[in-house]
């Protein structure tokens, strides 16, 4: 999002988190802003009864948690690293300052959150529309779209069951019943328990070099 050596530059730090490890956690202050520099974070909420809603998987180059760097507000969700994972952390003052400073990342901050908010919508709509297997596709054909979590070189599907399961408020085992069927029509391909989208540029299901 920004570039490293800016945020070098502007006073960032590396810090190291273990799998499984918060960055931060809902309802805490917000006194910095993150940026994954390699690994993977979820973004998600929890409730009373310990059930996880993936609100993002923010991967290398992206950050997380912006919210309340413009709001003042607390953080709306927790982080958490998927894998061992090295964030940029720059204080949030000094954050605002590099926004003052360079108003094209300003405008770059806008344009992100007005794409997770429209995603937020049309997930919304999906999920109060449509039975599971058109959610499921629904939801692969805007990953596609958006070139999020899919693989442009073989079509894989980069995020798990349980994620999408997490994503759209459904069971497990409702989203993998889904995606059976989608298979049987032909709408995506299972091989080897990996899941591919149909009809992506250059997809070659188990050819691909980065995911076999």
């Known amino acids: 999002m920004i570039d490293e050596d800016l945020l070098k530059a502007s006073g960032a730090k590396q810090c190291q988190f273990k799998t499984g490890e918060a960055l931060f956690k809902e309802g805490d202050r917000c006194q910095y802003y993150h940026q994954i520099a390699q690994g993977a974070v979820r973004w998600v909420n929890t409730n009373h ?4 809603y993936l609100q993002y998987l923010a991967e290398s180059g992206e950050s997380i948690g912006e919210f ?6 607390v953080y709306a969700a927790s982080a958490i690293a998927v894998v061992p994972t090295t964030v940029w952390r720059l204080p949030k003052s000094r954050f605002l300052h590099l926004l003052r400073e360079h108003p094209d990342i300003h405008f770059a901050f806008s344009a992100l959150l007005v794409k997770r908010l429209r995603f937020k919508f049309f997930l919304m709509k999906e999920i109060a529309s449509h039975e599971p297997r058109q959610i499921v596709l629904s939801l692969i054909n805007y990953l ?9 070189e073989c079509g894989q599907i980069l995020l798990t069951r349980r994620q999408i399961a997490e ?6 085992e409702t989203v993998i019943r889904a995606m059976r069927q989608l298979n049987d029509q032909g709408l995506i391909a299972i091989l080897d328990r990996k899941a591919y989208c149909e009809g992506s540029k250059g997809c070659v299901p188990g050819t691909c070099k980065t995911h076999g």
């Open 68 to 73: 309340p760097l413009f709001d003042e507000g």
């Open 49 to 52: 009864d310990g059930e996880e």
């Open 167 to 172: 994503m759209t408020g459904m069971r497990v």
């Open 144 to 152: 596609k779209r958006t070139s999020q979590h899919i693989c442009m």
